[in-house]
């Protein structure tokens, strides 16, 4: 069976993540978000998948290749072109994607299943397909009900009592939602629906296809389902994913490594005295990251591979990526790092680097930073970042 998955936004709203690292191979505790997808599709019989990619391209095509080692073939559809033997990604939309590859070659010749590459989900595939087929569907949105406080973040699907779908709204008021079902970007389609994509220009499934289904009254359904569904759309999203794994609430992702204390798991060959350390799970530490005796480190946290935690620094609900080096006394609370980016849970960004704080932050690779001059303490006191308030 033939699946597609969305891979060639530029996830601007995941920046600064999203500047070196393509939305799909964000990682959830070392493994890429758009593995699980692969896993899920292989699980329910779904074993030969087109991705669309664009920004970053290489990144995607590097890791996943042709899909062998993973179970599943892969092909990728690249959207851009070659400006100055550089390639520049010019994303065609979802659905504009989709009809590329249809164009070139049909390759979608029955029913197929679409996935946005920036999501964990635990969704029965074979359950959704059988009943599109059973409604006679030309596209089935997979919809999800969530709390009617939490619809105003979501896009609302409005059907009638046979699921047909009347109407969308996005991201309406409490008050003015007609539904508490929303759309969670999977999508099951039959290969009819090409014949309602323009070739060559850009076009987009939710914004552009849906609504000309909608007006033309096709055969045009959702499908409401309880599943697990940890949407990366945005940095606290994100957060949101990392927590929910490290407390045990995704059942499809495990905490990888091995436990060496009740909610402690690591890595291979972590340096760690762990009788003068004060770790407090649920806590992941990558492999060769090593934590200085005096250090704090307090749960749901996950600190990367190859990282160094310096005497007396305090993580403290937080998430440290790779080759970072928190100097001595550094206490960092609710907070993301990424690079030379630090990052709030609402999305905010400290660049360090810019503001002459990487004697706090550093890459791990590096040599040791000399000591912080009274002007930078001075600038880290203004952007309230540094010993005791990062």
């Known amino acids: 069976m033939k699946a597609m998955i969305l891979a060639a936004g530029k996830g601007t709203r995941v920046r600064p993540i999203t500047y070196t690292t393509p939305k799909?191979?964000?990682p959830i505790l070392q493994k890429p978000v758009m593995e699980f997808l692969l896993e899920l599709l292989r699980q329910h019989g779904f074993d030969q998948i087109m991705?669309?990619?664009?920004?970053?391209?290489?990144?995607?095509?590097?890791?996943?290749?042709d899909g062998q080692r993973f179970g599943v073939e892969i092909a990728y559809s690249f959207e851009g072109s070659i400006v100055d033997g550089e390639l520049i990604g010019e994303a065609l939309g979802s659905a504009g994607g989709m009809k590329k590859i249809q164009d070139f070659s049909p390759f979608f010749d029955d029913t197929f299943v679409v996935l946005c590459g920036d999501a964990l989900i635990d969704l029965d595939l074979t359950a959704a397909v059988k009943w599109h087929r059973e409604k006679g569907s030309i596209a089935t949105i997979i919809s999800k009900p969530v709390p009617r406080e939490e619809v105003s973040s979501y896009g609302v699907v409005v059907t009638d009592e046979s699921g047909k779908i009347k109407a969308f709204q996005e991201k309406p008021s409490v008050e003015?939602?007609?539904?508490?079902?929303?759309?969670?970007?999977?999508y099951i389609f039959e290969p009819e629906i090409f014949n309602y994509i323009p070739s060559n220009q850009e076009y987009d499934i939710g914004g552009e296809l849906f609504p000309k289904l909608?007006?033309?009254?096709?055969?045009?359904?959702?499908?409401?389902?309880?599943?697990?569904?940890?949407?990366?759309?945005?940095?606290?999203d994100y957060w949101h994913a990392i927590r929910s794994v490290l407390q045990g609430e995704v059942k499809n992702v495990p905490i990888p490594g091995k436990e060496v204390a009740p909610g402690v798991y690591t890595g291979l060959n972590v340096c760690v005295n762990w009788d003068k350390v004060d770790i407090q799970g649920p806590v992941y530490i990558g492999s060769m990251t090593c934590i200085e005796d005096g250090a704090k480190i307090v749960g749901p946290a996950m600190i990367g591979p190859?990282?160094?935690?310096?005497?007396?620094?305090?993580?403290d609900n937080s998430v440290i990526f790779d080759y970072s080096r928190l100097g001595p006394g550094v206490r960092l609370v609710d907070k993301l790092v990424f690079g030379r980016y630090c990052v709030d849970k609402t999305g905010a960004t400290i660049d360090v680097q810019a503001a002459s704080l990487d004697w706090l932050i550093t890459d791990a690779r590096h040599q040791f930073p000399s000591h912080p001059t009274e002007e930078h303490r001075a600038i880290a006191e203004l952007l309230n970042v540094g010993k005791g308030a990062l």
């Open 24 to 26: 799909p191979m964000i």
């Open 51 to 65: 991705v669309n990619v664009s920004h970053l391209a290489h990144e995607i095509e590097n890791y996943f290749r």
């Open 176 to 186: 003015e939602a007609l539904s508490t079902n929303i759309n969670t970007g999977i």
């Open 214 to 236: 909608v007006e033309m009254d096709a055969p045009f359904y959702a499908l409401p389902m309880e599943f697990e569904w940890v949407d990366i759309g945005k940095v606290p």
């Open 306 to 315: 190859n990282c160094w935690v310096c005497s007396g620094a305090t993580v």
